[in-house]
């Protein structure tokens, strides 16, 4: 079984910033990946970005590209989303999740097997 925790979540102004974690518990994996998506109110669920925990290699949704860097810390089995240039259209609630079957780093909510219970981002404007 594996545990997900979100934290870090807040108001901001407009242009501001915030950084999200989010700390994984109980088993572990060498190859699979973490990702994070977001959901407003009245919107579908979607990916904002994601990390093979081995190798690094990362993946983020168009509209957060040279705003949003997503990391990880091994020892801490830990991972973060830095949130610069924050905009209005950024709030939403933020949950983490983990892929455990890595082919390619998935998009979708349905290719991740466990999520957090998310936290509320809110970017005032």
């Known amino acids: 079984q594996v545990q997900l925790v979100e934290s870090g979540g807040g108001l901001v102004q407009a242009g501001g910033s915030l950084r999200l974690s989010c700390a994984a518990s109980g088993r572990t994996f060498s190859s699979y990946v973490m990702g994070w998506f977001r959901q407003a109110p009245g919107k579908e669920r979607e990916f904002v970005a994601a990390?093979?925990?081995?190798?690094?290699?990362?993946h983020y949704a168009d509209s957060v590209k040279g705003r949003f860097a997503i990391s990880t810390d091994n020892a801490k089995k830990t991972v973060y989303l830095q949130m610069d240039s924050l905009k209005p259209e950024d709030t939403a609630i933020y949950y983490c999740?983990?892929?455990?079957?890595?082919?390619?780093?998935?998009?979708?909510?349905?290719?991740?097997?466990?999520w957090g219970q998310g936290t509320q981002v809110t970017v005032s404007s």
């Open positions: 999740a983990l892929d455990l079957n890595f082919v390619v780093i998935g998009t979708t909510p349905a290719e991740y097997d466990y």
């Open positions: 990390i093979k925990w081995s190798g690094g290699m990362t």
